[in-house]
């Protein structure tokens, strides 16, 4: 029962173009959807939150759409920069537990 | 303010022997969460505690594994009888209140079944 899905495993991105994360969901049952980075031998690190309400949202360089229609959210990441390459998952909560998709591998590449 | 801190780092276990993971919360947190990632999976729930209180179980195995959170010390997840499909890696999160957007995560116990 894969509630959230990450259908790109890995993703390359030259530095300073736009990286594009997406992912689907099934349950829309759900106040916020969320997005986190992994580092290798580290816990996952929160980056940007959206409600359920909301269609938009903007911190820094990240950016995070939903479309409820299509169930459908991205996490745009611009200009790409070699640090941001880590494991980006795409997850959703209630107000308890956080239910996370596999994960999408980034690498920006210098 | 240190973070969420949990050890050990590694543990390695030979099937049929116990495991012990644990898991100090920030500074403050009174609820903690724990999270098990398998190879090439994402993280998923298990259990959610607060001091002396199991809140939410529903993630978790219904055999061999047990969690705590007892009122002084840290949190526990135990797994009696460890198998090779234990084998993952083990996050605790901890939040000062009840919340899905306000979870700190800990680096994580690497728990390798021999």
């Known amino acids: 029962d894969q509630q959230v899905k990450q259908n790109s495993p890995s993703l390359s991105v030259q530095e300073g173009r736009i990286s594009i994360l997406n992912c689907d969901y099934t349950?829309?049952?759900?106040?916020?959807f969320l997005w986190y980075k992994k580092y290798p031998a580290e816990g996952p690190t929160f980056l940007i939150s959206?409600?359920?309400?909301?269609d938009k949202n903007e911190d820094g360089r990240f950016t995070v759409f939903l479309n409820k229609s299509a169930k459908h959210l991205s996490l745009h990441i611009v200009p790409s920069q070699p640090g941001d390459s880590a494991v980006y998952f795409c997850a959703k909560t209630s107000y308890d537990k956080v239910i996370f998709g596999p994960g999408t591998s980034l690498s920006v590449i210098p | 303010n240190a973070g969420v801190m949990q050890n050990p780092r590694h543990l390695v276990r030979r099937r049929g022997q116990e495991a012990r993971l644990r898991c100090s919360p920030m500074k403050g947190h009174s609820h903690v969460y724990w999270y098990r990632q398998l190879p090439e999976e994402g993280l998923k729930f298990m259990v959610y505690?607060?001091?002396?209180?199991?809140?939410?179980e529903s993630g978790m195995p219904k055999e061999r594994f047990s969690a705590e959170f007892p009122k002084e010390g840290p949190s526990i997840l135990r797994i009696q009888q460890v198998v090779r499909g234990d084998s993952a890696a083990y996050f605790c999160a901890s939040s000062p209140d009840l919340t899905g957007i306000g979870q700190y995560f800990g680096p994580g116990t690497r728990l390798t079944v021999t």
């Open positions: 349950n829309s049952m759900f106040d916020y």
């Open positions: 959206i409600s359920s309400i909301k």
């Open positions: 505690l607060q001091k002396e209180n199991i809140i939410d």
